[in-house]
C-alpha cells in the first residue's frame, strides 16, 4: 500500500487565464498544476530537477488521470500534497490531491518513465535517486489545545 503521507506540497493561486468564463478553473489546468507539482517535488528531494539531467535521465509523462471534486474559483489558493504512490525499475507514479482551505477540488495521479535523455529509450532510475524517492518524511505532528478545564 503506497505511503500517504506527501512526498512535497505546492501551493498555486488561481489566475484569470487558468479560469473558464464562470471564474471556475478549467480541467485542462489542473494537469499543468500537477505538473508543476511534480517538478517542485523532484526540486524538494533532489536539490533540482537538473540532477536528473546531469545523470542522462529525465522523466516522461505516460499516463495520467484526473478526477474533479469541486470547482476552484479565480484567486483561491490551491494546495497540492504530492506523494509518490509507486516506485518501479523504470516508472514513478505520482499522485496529487489539490484543495482549497481544506475543501478537496481535484485529485489525479501521473505515471512517468524514466528515459535516458542521450538514447531516448526507458532506462531504470537511478539508485541514489531511488533511495531519494523511496524516503517519507515525518508526519506533521496536529497542533492541539486542550479545552478549558470546567469550572466548577
Not at 526507458?122 to 506533521?140: H, V, Y
Amino acid at each position: 500500500m503506497a505511503d500517504p503521507r506527501p512526498a512535497h506540497v505546492h501551493r498555486v493561486r488561481v489566475r484569470p487565464v487558468d479560469c473558464d468564463r464562470q471564474g471556475i478553473v478549467h480541467a485542462s489546468r489542473y494537469a499543468v498544476f500537477f505538473e508543476a507539482a511534480m517538478v517542485e517535488t523532484l526540486r524538494s528531494v533532489l536539490g533540482s530537477y537538473k540532477e536528473l539531467e546531469k545523470h542522462g535521465v529525465d522523466f516522461v509523462m505516460a499516463e495520467t488521470s484526473i478526477r474533479y471534486l469541486a470547482p476552484a474559483r479565480f484567486d483561491d489558493l490551491l494546495r497540492i500534497a504530492v506523494r509518490v504512490r509507486t516506485l518501479g525499475t523504470t516508472t514513478l507514479t505520482m499522485g496529487f490531491d489539490a484543495d482549497v482551505d481544506g475543501t478537496p477540488v481535484a485529485t489525479g495521479w501521473n505515471r512517468y518513465v524514466s528515459f535516458g535523455t542521450p538514447e531516448l529509450r526507458s532506462t531504470p532510475i537511478p539508485a541514489d535517486f531511488r533511495k531519494l524517492l523511496e524516503r517519507r518524511p515525518a508526519p506533521a505532528r496536529p497542533v492541539t489545545r486542550s479545552a478549558p478545564a470546567p469550572r466548577s
